[in-house]
């Protein structure tokens, strides 16, 4: 007996110190933290009325944006910032805030032209624009701060009749198939933080898939936040008409900064009758340092609307990065016969807090939704699950299926599900399951005495329970995204 | 296969090995040479385990005292990677499972460090592929168990076979294999034993670690080593194993 127990006191302190081990693999410094100069045409700090007629009116836009920024804004001021997510940070100053901020503006006719320094920029992001652009085959819409500054391949997706430009160039260019979408998805006062997107967005992408057209490749866009304490407000919006599809990638990196940065985006999704939009994201913003200072607030309200029949909208996300991060892509299951997806790897470190998840909200007959989220925590980081199933009245035979796996690593950090299952028709098949793990120094101990190291051991370790979620991806991304993880885990054993 | 002149192995000289502070080795002497195949046996707490471990360098088993030299080199100051690509191997008693990670994956990445280690070829996964099934066949595995995770959902038999599997796809010096025999059948036990067999060469050496004999009668031993106490009170050939089942462990404790 006394034997056993000290070797239970014994293991405590075997986990402490493979826990050391293991946090020196994974408490990589960020790579991408540098600031790029480039002068930058910026609002003073602050919002009201008068500094949304600013953004509007340096963007020339039409009386009826102003009108639904003003009324988001408006909406917004009666709202309180929610406060249930399992997440804590210090009161956001909205007052504190530079709402908009841009490149001097420049004509650009093609790659050529853009500004060298932007070009080392995504070179060190290791974005080789020009030739990961031609050699993928992916049209590259690039947003910088909050100004599209270059994009191509716009011709070759035009003679398919595929729109895919900033938001801004298509509040000019197709102003009706913006005004019949925007808002239909996330309205302005959805909640607090897309509210306040709706009022001062800044910039984004805008992308539309005409009737029966396949795009032809992968469309992708590489955000970048530069400006110190500017927030970022991106407002996405895709839209398939019937029989279309379309797979978009966004990639995300920040660079490094004391002050945090709020960031509140809105992405919407339109899949009318026999569409299919599949949006995937690997995001690795600036997260703060090891003791929890600075780091990107990343709360996005992302949905997706399966209006037509037979509609599907995906997501696949890898989020790595951000001090905190408040996300659920959902996908609301209007029309019948439509699917919904969500795959998700978290990977939070030092003190990140994540509150992830979706929501599948079932409302056409024989919707059917999948959701399968892989969290993995070290350091002391909180990472949680949170996620809501809703089968409406008239969905019969609706279908979900849910699995929730968590690996800690090490012994401070946490993780927790937060499942929300609501059915209102006694048709509908919901399966939830959940898995927690620990990566062990049993296991460890396994790979080292077959003479595989710490580092290659926990990278196969991560690899293999995040597969589900990395087949999802597209080839490249898988890749880009492999890479990411193991950057993070990367460390000094040895 | 005993021969004086052959090559040392492993030399090991008064080892200590402390587990959670209680001294469980208390002064070990154990020599082992190419080509021999050594048995150590003892009753349970005699610290048969606990030696195995600590000679691979298993982290919660702290070696306070003695030396331990594999083909000259001072193991105690390798890491366990270290010592694997070394060319030493434990057959574990409990195989972990790991989820998620494919069985294939793991086997192939275990087999190109070592070989790499030894400035041997290493294979793609389809060159690997044909090498692990061809060694399953012998070891009357189910090639399937490649595409699960590592031990996971495996039987206590499959477990020891992959462990086996492994043994034979690393080709180690030094194979020392703990409780190999428990949780085996008979006809799981005999293919098993068999395809230990088989991996026996001249230039290599394999201690049993087990309880019982029975694994005995298909590996025949060179030496037989009892334990207890910490240290080995007996040591004997193939008689000695057959004696101590027929009178028990109290018997070499009484003399």
């Known amino acids: ?494 | 296969m005993k021969r004086a002149d052959a090559k040392v192995l492993l030399e090991v000289r008064g080892l200590r090995v402390q587990v959670g502070g209680v001294e469980i080795v208390k002064g070990l002497d154990f020599t082992v040479r190419a080509g021999e195949v050594h048995a150590v046996m003892g009753p349970n707490g005699s610290g048969k385990s606990t030696f195995a471990k600590a000679i691979v360098g298993h982290p919660l088993y702290q070696v306070t005292g003695g030396t331990v030299a594999f083909e000259s080199r001072n193991l105690l100051e390798m890491t366990p990677e270290a010592r694997a690509r070394a060319g030493l191997f434990l057959g574990f008693q409990y195989p972990v499972e790991i989820p998620g990670v494919s069985n294939s994956s793991f086997l192939r990445l275990a087999y190109n460090t070592v070989q790499a280690a030894r400035g041997s070829d290493e294979l793609d996964p389809l060159e690997f592929d044909d090498l692990a099934r061809e060694t399953m066949k012998a070891l009357d595995m189910d090639p399937a168990l490649l595409d699960r995770s590592v031990n996971d959902g495996f039987s206590g038999g499959e477990k020891k076979r992959n462990e086996i599997l492994q043994l034979a796809l690393l080709a180690p010096r030094l194979a020392i294999l703990d409780e190999t025999d428990s949780g085996l059948d008979i006809d799981a036990l005999r293919v098993v034993a068999n395809g230990v067999s088989r991996l026996i060469t001249p230039d290599n050496a394999v201690v049993l670690v087990t309880h019982y004999q029975r694994m005995l009668n298909y590996i025949v031993p060179d030496y037989v080593h009892v334990m207890g106490g910490g240290r080995i009170v007996k040591t004997g050939g193939k008689a000695l194993a057959e004696e101590l089942e027929a009178r028990g462990y109290d018997w070499v404790r009484a003399a």
Not at chain 1, 16 to 30: C, G, I, K, R, T
Not at chain 1, 48 to 66: V, Y
Not at chain 1, 308 to 320: A, C, D, L, P, Y
Not at chain 1, 338 to 365: C, P, W
């Open chain 1, 1 to 494: 007996m006394r034997l056993r127990r000290e070797l239970q006191r014994k293991g405590k302190g075997l986990t402490d110190a493979m826990s050391s081990v293991l946090e020196n693999l994974v408490n990589q410094p960020y790579r991408h933290g540098f600031v790029t100069d480039i002068e930058s045409d910026k609002a003073p700090k602050g919002l009201s009325e008068d500094t949304i007629r600013f953004i509007s009116a340096k963007k020339s836009e039409p009386e009826w944006l102003l009108e639904f920024r003003l009324k988001a804004y408006r909406h917004w001021l009666t709202m309180q910032e929610p406060t249930w997510p399992n997440v804590k940070y210090p009161k956001v100053d909205f007052q504190d805030i530079i709402y908009y901020s841009a490149p001097k503006p420049k004509k650009l006719a093609s790659m050529d032209e853009v500004d060298p320094e932007l070009l080392r920029t995504f070179e060190k992001l290791g974005v080789p624009m020009n030739e990961r652009a031609k050699l993928a085959g992916v049209a590259v819409d690039v947003i910088f701060d909050s100004v599209s500054v270059a994009t191509t391949y716009k011709q070759k997706l035009a003679e398919v009749g595929i729109i895919f430009c900033s938001i801004s160039e298509a509040v000019h260019n197709h102003p009706d198939l913006v005004r019949k979408h925007l808002g239909t998805v996330v309205p302005t006062g959805d909640n607090y933080y897309a509210a306040l997107n709706s009022a001062v967005f800044t910039d984004g992408s805008f992308c539309y898939i005409p009737k029966g057209v396949k795009c032809p490749m992968e469309l992708s866009t590489y955000f970048r936040i530069n400006t110190e304490s500017s927030g970022q407000f991106e407002r996405t919006l895709i839209v398939a008409e019937e029989g279309a599809s379309v797979s978009y990638l966004e990639g995300c990196t920040a660079p490094k900064f004391d002050s945090n940065q709020l960031h509140a985006a809105v992405v919407e999704l339109v899949a009318l009758d026999d569409a299919e939009i599949k949006y995937s994201t690997v995001q690795n913003w600036y997260a703060g340092d090891e003791n929890g200072r600075g780091g990107i607030y990343n709360f996005v309200t992302k949905r997706g609307l399966c209006k037509g029949r037979n509609s599907k909208i995906s997501w696949t996300q890898v989020e790595t990065g951000s001090a905190i991060t408040w996300k659920y892509p959902s996908c609301v299951l209007l029309g019948d016969n439509s699917i919904g997806e969500f795959y998700s790897v978290a990977l939070t470190n030092h003190h990140q807090q994540a509150d992830t998840g979706t929501k599948m909200v079932h409302i056409g007959r024989n919707t059917r939704s999948r959701i399968i989220s892989k969290g993995i925590s070290a350091g002391q980081s909180n990472n949680s699950y949170r996620g809501l199933v809703k089968i409406g009245p008239r969905a019969d035979n609706a279908r979900n299926y849910s699995q929730c796996d968590s690996m800690l690593i090490g012994s401070k950090s946490g993780a927790n599900t937060f499942p929300y299952i609501q059915v209102q028709n006694s048709g509908a098949t919901v399966e939830h399951e959940a898995t927690t793990s620990r990566i062990g120094e049993e296991q460890m101990f396994y790979f080292a005495s077959r003479g595989i190291g710490a580092e290659e051991a926990v990278s196969m370790i991560i690899n293999g329970f995040c597969r589900d979620v990395f087949q999802q991806l597209p080839m490249e991304f898988a890749v880009e995204a492999t890479k990411l993880l193991g950057l993070k885990l990367e460390g000094s054993v040895g």
